[in-house]
């Protein structure tokens, strides 16, 4: 294998790569980058095991093949080598050589005929879908999940159209038993997308989609086979393995009498809650909320730290209510929020409460209370 490549591409596919290879060397091959060069392209390939990304680059191939290199490695090197072209020749061994004008790299590598075959997601049938629909929808869920892995099933994102009053919707719900936050968006997808009964995609595969959505804002393709998604924007894949497991039914869960509402401006809320939390459990971050009409007091007490309480104004007319949240709970959610007031509605000091943009209804976030 010997070919030439321009530093900017070969250095944005090592980059794409970072986050996804495996770090803990479970399988030392996982932590590296699959090499291979074809048909006037560089293909770039990582994974590990469950989230993987393919990219493929162009460059000027003198001889065919492939090698796997260390990841982070690589990318350390062409990070600061200078713009210029970059020539890399397989060796004896599995070695490379890679030399950028006065400076030459031998670095060691390993088989590509050791690296983990991937899906053929060439046959698979992809449907379009709108870049900006399922970045708004990760960024306002993603947040909700779970990092107990006994619970693993709830360690991603809900993910299935339904049908609601004659129109088709996408969804996405998370929880993590504590929160819940749910989205609906408007849109109609075909039919060879089989997620009627709803799938589980995984927090690492959602997080590095949504880098690539940031990156580029146009439709992207989806396709869901088997245990696969599969998220593709030619010549990019994204693909990720479906978590196993029965996801609740979450819908249930949502208190629909809280007759208690409080309209509150959202930065002045968000801002708040950030001071307050300073003088918090650090673990819990419990905060109160001491509520009555016109407005709603926000305090904490940490006994080795020391308390802290704030006013805001609110709308807000009924019986007085003192409740205790965690706070980073509410920051999480108000930072995704975009609407310039929202809506804490809530029963009783025991019961959830439940947040709304005012702006935007089909986004629900539900939060338990706290002893404080």
């Known amino acids: 294998m010997e070919f030439y490549i321009g530093k900017a591409e070969l250095l944005r596919g090592l980059y794409r790569a970072q986050s996804i290879v495996e770090k803990r060397n479970a399988m030392p091959i996982l932590a590296n980058v699959l090499l291979e060069a074809t048909n006037e392209r560089l293909k770039i390939l990582a994974t590990d095991l469950e989230v993987g990304i393919y990219d493929t680059y162009e460059a000027k191939i003198i001889i065919p093949g492939k090698i796997t290199i260390g990841a982070k490695q690589l990318y350390e090197i062409v990070r600061e080598l200078p713009e210029a072209l970059i020539h890399i020749k397989a ?10 004008q ?13 690296y983990p075959a991937i899906i053929d997601f060439n046959q698979k049938k992809f449907v379009p879908i709108p870049a900006t629909t399922i970045k708004d929808m990760i960024e306002k869920t993603i947040f909700s999940t779970s990092n107990d892995e006994t619970r693993y099933h709830l360690n991603g994102v809900y993910f299935s159209k339904i049908k609601e009053s004659g129109k088709s919707n996408v969804r996405m719900i998370a929880t993590d038993g504590h929160r819940l936050s ?91 809650l950030k001071r307050i939390s300073l003088l918090s459990n650090e673990k819990s971050k419990g905060v109160k909320f001491s509520i009555q009409p016109g407005m709603m007091k926000i305090s904490s007490n940490h006994p080795e730290l020391g308390e802290a309480n704030e006013e805001l104004m609110v709308d807000y007319q009924g019986e007085e209510i003192e409740i205790g949240f965690n706070a980073k709970y509410f920051m999480d959610i108000l930072n995704v929020m975009d609407s310039e007031e929202v809506s804490l509605e809530l029963d009783g000091k025991l019961s959830p409460g439940v947040i709304k943009s005012n702006k935007d209804q089909s986004y629900t976030c539900v939060v338990m209370p706290m002893r404080i």
């Open 182 to 272: 749910l989205i609906d968006k408007p849109l109609e997808i075909d039919e060879t997308l089989k997620v009627d009964k709803g799938v589980i995609l995984p927090k690492k595969g959602l997080h590095e989609l949504k880098k690539l959505l940031e990156e580029d804002q146009g439709d992207f393709e989806i396709a869901i086979e088997e245990n696969h998604a599969i998220f593709k924007k030619e010549p990019l894949v994204l693909f990720m393995r479906l978590i196993d497991g029965e996801y609740p039914d979450c819908k249930q869960v949502i208190p629909k009498n809280n007759k208690k509402r409080i309209v509150v401006k959202r930065e002045e809320f968000l801002h708040s």
């Open 102 to 114: 006065k400076a030459v790299f031998n670095i060691v590598g390993l088989s590509a005929e050791d």
């Open 91 to 100: 060796r004896e061994n599995h070695w490379i050589t890679l030399t950028s």
